[in-house]
């Protein structure tokens, strides 16, 4: 089998059949081989929003999903991410162009005083591989940098990280600020980080607690389509 994937051409192959091959090279983490198949689609005059939701975001849910199940593990999803990103590179500056719908927008970062940041890391990957816009803010994330970045970013979500249970109340502290400002109802506020748990985050009044990264994109999506349809219905 490994000679035959060796003796692929991907431009051989007709759309139906290079979707799916997309797919398994973006679930192996192989870059170069989904930039190549970016380009090709884009090629035959795919719309930069087709190859995102079909090729890329559609490839990611099948590594969401195993992820979620135990059969992938982070390492893994972590190569598979970076794939996505590569191919995300590429198609970033025509979406702006085209104006493509997006699934909404999240600022993500590690709380003050934590610098620990690969599962943050990989919930921004998956975020932007399930079609969010992400503003990692990066680690050690003040309450002033949270507000700084919501107030020019706009997010339809805000995310909280946090590896250690000496930085966990930090999380509180951040969501007091955006109550006592009176800006907490503008924001969709997930937490996590290992010591945490659901209970926790009622407690510092977040809107849910996300177990790992697989969960946070799916609880986004939720909260995000409920956010929509209020406003529809409003």
């Known amino acids: ?9 991907l431009s051989d192959l007709p759309d139906d059949e290079l979707v799916p091959q997309m797919h398994d090279d973006l679930y192996d983490g192989l870059k170069e081989e989904v ?6 689609l884009l090629s035959r005059g795919w719309t930069p929003y087709r190859v995102l939701t079909e090729a890329l975001v559609a490839g990611m849910t099948v590594v969401g999903n ?8 982070v390492p893994e999803v972590l190569l598979a991410a970076n794939a996505m ?14 104006g493509a719908p997006r699934m909404g927008k999240m600022v993500i970062g590690t709380v003050k005083g ?6 943050k890391n990989l919930v921004a990957m998956m975020m932007e591989g399930a079609g969010f816009e992400v503003v990692d803010l990066g680690i050690n ?15 339809d979500i805000l995310g909280m990280s946090a590896l250690l249970t000496t930085t966990m109340p930090y999380m509180k502290i951040v969501i007091d600020t955006l109550t006592e400002k009176g800006l ?10 290992a010591p945490l748990n659901e209970e926790f985050g009622r407690a510092i009044g977040a809107d849910a ?9 799916e609880t986004a999506k939720d909260f995000v389509a409920r956010k929509h349809n209020q406003v529809a219905a409003g």
């Open 1 to 9: 089998m490994a000679e035959e994937d060796d003796d692929l051409i």
């Open 35 to 40: 930039v190549e198949g970016v380009e090709i």
């Open 66 to 73: 195993d992820f979620r199940d135990g059969i992938l593990f």
């Open 85 to 98: 990103k590569s191919g995300m590179g590429l198609l970033k500056p025509l979406l702006v162009e085209t």
């Open 114 to 119: 934590d610098i620990h940041d690969i599962g």
């Open 141 to 155: 994330t003040a309450v002033e940098a949270y507000l700084a970045a919501l107030e020019t970013e706009q997010p």
């Open 184 to 193: 907490r109802d503008d924001y969709i506020v997930l937490v996590g980080g």
């Open 209 to 217: 607690y996300c177990r790992d990264a697989a969960v946070a994109v």
